[in-house]
């Protein structure tokens, strides 16, 4: 059984920057892409940033998204946060188990973020 487990959200003020961070753990034998998606309140969910299982970092605006494969983990770097960040904020991995060769898609439980001041 596989599990995605995010961290690192929490209340920050405008123009403050946060590092989120996201662990996969379980019987992983193959990690496809991840990505972080949020959902704000009202508002349907919609994808932050994605990256492929071959990349290791990729600057998307204020958002920058990694991964290292060597410790199946996924991290966000948002910086310049803005009262719109606010929402929860979820990890998105396709994940192939070692017992079964079909690739299947796993969210994290979520992490909220807050800006405010």
């Known amino acids: 059984q596989v599990q995605l487990v995010e961290s690192g959200g929490g209340l920050v003020q405008p123009g403050g920057s946060l590092r989120l961070s996201c662990t996969a753990s379980?019987?992983?034998?193959?990690?496809?892409?991840m990505a972080w998606y949020r959902q704000a309140p009202g508002k349907e969910r919609e994808m932050v940033a994605s990256?492929?299982?071959r990349d290791e970092r990729a600057v998307r605006g204020r958002f920058t998204i990694s991964r290292d494969n060597t410790k199946s983990a996924l991290y966000l770097q948002i910086d310049s946060l803005k009262p719109e960040d606010t929402a929860v904020y979820y990890c998105?991995?396709?994940?192939?188990?070692?017992?079964?060769?079909?690739?299947?898609?796993?969210w994290g439980q979520g992490t909220p973020v807050t800006v405010s001041s």
């Open positions: 379980g019987s992983i034998y193959l990690i496809g892409v």
């Open positions: 990256i492929t299982s």
């Open positions: 998105n991995a396709d994940i192939k188990e070692r017992r079964y060769s079909t690739y299947q898609v796993y």
